[in-house]
T-cell receptor
Framework: AQSVTQLGSHVSVSEGALVLLRCNYSSSVPPYLFWYVQYPNQGLQLLLKYTTGATLVKGINGFEAEFKKSETSFHLTKPSAHMSDAAEYFCAVSDRRAGGTSYGKLTFGQGTILTVHP | NAGVTQTPKFQVLKTGQSMTLQCAQDMNHEYMSWYRQDPGMGLRLIHYSVGAGITDQGEVPNGYNVSRSTTEDFPLRLLSAAPSQTSVYFC????????????FGNGTRLTVT
């Protein structure tokens, strides 16, 4: 079965500093991976996704993530944090199966709350 | 362009009461799903549907029922609410294809006392 582990339930950075949110996955098939962001009292919004092709994926708001098969990782980065980046971030993997489809199901990590200090 | 609409936004129930959380999408998506979000546990799948008339259980289905009579609507029913069902509930939809992202509603915050 697929699984996702996000290292660090809380990450705190200063405005302008590098943001690094860690995600490791387990999948029995080549994974489709997603990062979502959740602002307070809102639903989840897609930041970026990896399916096939280029392993460095660029998303919205200056975020990017790199798929590393050898490390089973999909870490999210942003070179310079902004106050508006404060939110909770979720990594997710598609529930694909060998010879089957996910039917739109995702397995989520536990989430990482990003705090940005002035 | 409404996307996924959930109602109500907030609800307080007493133990044993029943209620239905509503979810509607206007994107003609075949796939719809319900997740619950609890602190430190991410989102966990309750039930999902691959089209009108077809539903199946997810990771945490106990205490919840669903049906899907139309492509647009996917209500979630709590038959006899329990304090363990205190959570934030999200409805999501997506088009077919494993690389299709989920589109989420804004959630329903449910408290069971």
């Amino acid at each position: 079965a697929q699984s996702v582990t996000q290292l660090g339930s809380h990450v705190s950075v200063s405005e302008g500093a590098l943001v690094l949110l860690r995600c490791n996955y387990s999948s029995s098939v080549p994974p489709y991976l997603f990062w979502y962001v959740q602002y307070p009292n809102q639903g989840l919004q897609l930041l970026l996704k990896y399916t096939t092709g280029a392993t460095l994926v660029k998303g919205i708001n200056g975020f990017e993530a790199e798929f590393k098969k050898s490390e089973t990782s999909f870490h999210l980065t942003k070179p310079s944090a902004h106050m508006s980046d404060a939110a909770e971030y979720f990594c997710a993997v598609s529930d694909r199966r060998a010879g089957g489809t996910s039917y739109g199901k995702l397995t989520f990590g536990q989430g990482t709350i990003l705090t940005v200090h002035p | 362009n409404a996307g996924v609409t959930q109602t109500p936004k907030f609800q307080v129930l007493k133990t044993g009461q029943s209620m239905t959380l509503q979810c509607a999408q206007d994107m003609n998506h075949e796939y719809m799903s319900w997740y619950r979000q609890d602190p430190g546990m991410g989102l966990r799948l309750i039930h999902y549907s691959v089209g009108a008339g077809i539903t199946d259980q997810g990771e945490v289905p106990n205490g919840y029922n669903v049906s899907r009579s139309t492509t647009e609507d996917f209500p979630l029913r709590l038959l006899s609410a329990a304090p363990s069902q205190t959570s934030v509930y999200f409805c999501a939809s997506s088009s077919t294809g494993d690389n299709s992202p989920l589109h989420f509603g804004n959630g329903t915050r449910l408290t069971v006392t």
